[in-house]
């Protein structure tokens, strides 16, 4: 089965994209296995601490390096996504030459309790993902409002309709990691 890294850009306790990311992860059971890496003990980006590496962007590497694919599930903070992805594409890109990213098998989603979902966070994530040298899955986009009553109190999908679309975005995830992989 292939591991995908999954990085959620809500640091906190409470984020509603890690209950998404969650969720995306039971429903993937027994098709990926979801290994949530932590981006929140990431110092802030300074190419002269490769001097001596942080024990924290050493683990952060390997784990992206030694998954299959990458899942990005961010909050949309000012109309952009969230600084600690940011953070962490940077950190993922560095020493020259040494790039985790590169042709790594990813896909992006996330949610707001707002109707658009994301939907901008996610775009200009989109076009950073690429040029950070992913191999980025385009198609489905999920923007997802996020509403509890579709969610039961373990964060399970109950609502049927959202099962089978949320279900459908994993199998093409799937797939594409099969093919890209």
């Given at each position: 089965m292939k591991t995908v890294a999954v990085l959620v850009g809500s640091l906190r306790a409470e984020s509603l994209n890690r209950k998404f990311a969650e969720s995306l992860g039971r429903l993937a059971e027994g098709k990926l296995q979801f290994k949530f890496v932590e981006i929140g003990d990431l110092?802030?980006?300074?190419?002269?601490?490769?001097?001596?590496?942080?024990?924290?962007?050493?683990?952060?590497?390997?784990?992206?390096?030694?998954?299959?694919?990458?899942?990005?599930?961010?909050?949309?903070?000012?109309?952009?996504?969230?600084?600690?992805?940011?953070?962490?594409?940077?950190?993922?890109?560095?020493?020259?030459?040494?790039?985790?990213?590169?042709?790594?098998?990813?896909?992006?989603?996330?949610?707001?309790?707002?109707?658009?979902?994301?939907?901008?966070?996610?775009?200009?994530?989109?076009?950073?993902?690429?040029?950070?040298?992913?191999?980025?899955?385009?198609?489905?986009?999920?923007?997802?409002s996020y509403k509890e009553e579709l969610f039961d109190e373990a964060g399970n999908v109950t609502n049927e309709d959202t099962k089978t679309f949320l279900t459908g975005f994993i199998d093409t995830f799937a797939a594409w990691i099969e093919k890209v992989g």
């Open positions: 110092p802030l980006f300074n190419e002269d601490l490769w001097e001596t590496p942080p024990a924290s962007v050493l683990r952060f590497k390997s784990d992206i390096e030694t998954s299959d694919a990458v899942l990005f599930v961010t909050p949309e903070y000012n109309r952009t996504y969230s600084p600690a992805i940011d953070n962490a594409l940077h950190w993922g890109t560095r020493p020259w030459g040494k790039n985790s990213w590169t042709g790594k098998p990813a896909a992006i989603t996330g949610t707001s309790p707002g109707a658009v979902g994301a939907a901008v966070a996610q775009t200009q994530l989109r076009h950073v993902a690429a040029v950070v040298g992913t191999a980025l899955l385009t198609q489905p986009e999920v923007y997802f």
